[in-house]
């Protein structure tokens, strides 16, 4: 069974090694050799605006989920940014379905997010899939948007609004 718990300082070396898989490189934009020290980093530059969940089985971490508040514009606190990661092994067995979720009640329920914004490269059909289960919709496409893999790719904005 899935559980889904916050983020602690003792997760950071697994999301870590999650970040570092190929797949899970090539699908974010963090760099292949993303150390615990800049996840580390990374957890303090955001403090409080950053709500960072694990899925663990069996208490090995498999998948990760972040959501940024964007606090610094003050017409924009309604809104949150979000990324999910899973490890390869366990892709394709609601790993990030359920991470998702909870986020999102998070922010219905606790934080009083209204909008929801992600980019998701516009080649990884199995997220966009998800995304869109979920209630996202598709706002743009951003040519060009991140190097990846020495080439150029394209992404799309997708974004969720409460009760839209």
Known sequence: MIAIRPMLNRDISDVAAIYRQPSC????LHTPFM????????VRYYGNNMQA??????????GQCCL???????????????????SEEWRKQ???????TEVLDICDSWLGVHRIELEVFADNLPAIS???????VEEGL????????GEYANALIMSRVKGA
């Open 53 to 62: 969940l694990v899925a663990e089985i069996g208490g090995q971490v498999i």
């Open 35 to 42: 150390s615990e020290d800049d996840w580390n980093e990374r």
């Open 94 to 100: 609601g790993v990030a379905k359920a991470l998702l």
């Open 25 to 28: 490189v090539y699908n974010s």
């Open 142 to 149: 951003c040519r060009d948007f991140a190097l990846r893999d």
């Open 68 to 86: 940024i508040q964007l606090h610094n514009e003050p017409r924009r606190r309604h809104v949150a940014s979000l990324g999910v990661v899973v």
């Open 130 to 136: 998800l995304y869109r289960s979920l209630g996202f």
